[in-house]
């Protein structure tokens, strides 16, 4: 079987092609980065338009590395939710033509169910396993079951983890996307000063929460007292950042009882956070997982990919009818499927 899979829900127009006989054909991404760099952060408007002016050529040239044509495809994959309205529509309306013209079923896709399921276009992991989704718009953990089985733990009360980065990144006059620039030079850094590690702790019902505002605020305090070197608060963040998020994967893991976890989204690029939760696994007795880093930011392959499943395992696809929805649970997507 051979999937097309669109992305579009923020600032990345991804297209790829999937082969379930021969894996990842092509998987072409236009990266907005530069135009947004200005903004210090993604302008919705902007990314709309850039993702009406960017789909086709990325459609074609994703065919053309793919070495096919539209017409070999059998079905036609397209992430429905969540991200910026805007941005969603552009390829939800790209592919609900494509599926008219050419009569090839279309398949809805969530965005985090993509980014966790990225990995599996390299490695099968074995169900259940918790998962982890850290983005520039998204932190979340579920316990999934089986693919569409999916329970939801908790998630952020305010900022995502790489909204933080982005808005750290910022503060220190580092440019968009933070996360990486933060990476590096925190590798420069030391832990000087102590952030809190937010939620980190809690038993009662945010227990599996997050909340990355407080630990913002008191970067920007620190920052603006002048006192500190730029990869000593990067550093310090840094730490803030992976020890909060390592300690509530495993409070979730015991609490589980389940010993594997998936680590997904463009924060799981980290270097430092694959470095913690890698030496937590060795520690601990529990398997890590992250995607190959080509398939952590947003792209068109996992969406590709997680159609595939969708269409082989549940038989899912979508009429024309269906629209996009800027906020939706993966649980509940999973659900409004099933009917
Ligand atoms: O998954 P993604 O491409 O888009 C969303 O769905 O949001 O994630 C983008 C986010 C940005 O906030 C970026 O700063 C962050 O991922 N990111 C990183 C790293 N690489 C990308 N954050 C921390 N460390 C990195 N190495
Ligand atoms: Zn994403």
Redesign the pocket.
Known sequence: MIVLGIET??D?TGVAVYSSEKGLLSNVVSSQVSLHSQWGGVYPDLAAREHTKNILPVLDTALKEADISLKDVDGIAITVAP?LIVSLVVGISGAKGLSWATGKPLIPVH?IEA?IFAIFIEKEIPFPFLSLVV????TEMYLVKGFGEYIYLGGTLDD????A??KV?RMLGLGY????V??KLAKEGEEVIKFPRPLVGEKGKNRFNFSFSGLKSAVLRAVETGKYKKEDIAKSFQEAVVDTLVSKSLDALRETGVNRIVVA???S???R?RERFNEVAEREGIQVYFPPMYL???NGGMVAYTGYRRFRELGQTMDYRFEGKARLRMDRFAQLLKG
């Open positions: 829900s923020c990345d991200g965005h980014h983005s520039g718009g998204h995502a983890v790489g909204e980065y982005d990144a996307p933070g996360g990486p933060i990476d989204g463009g924060v690029a980290n270097s956070l952590c930011t947003d």
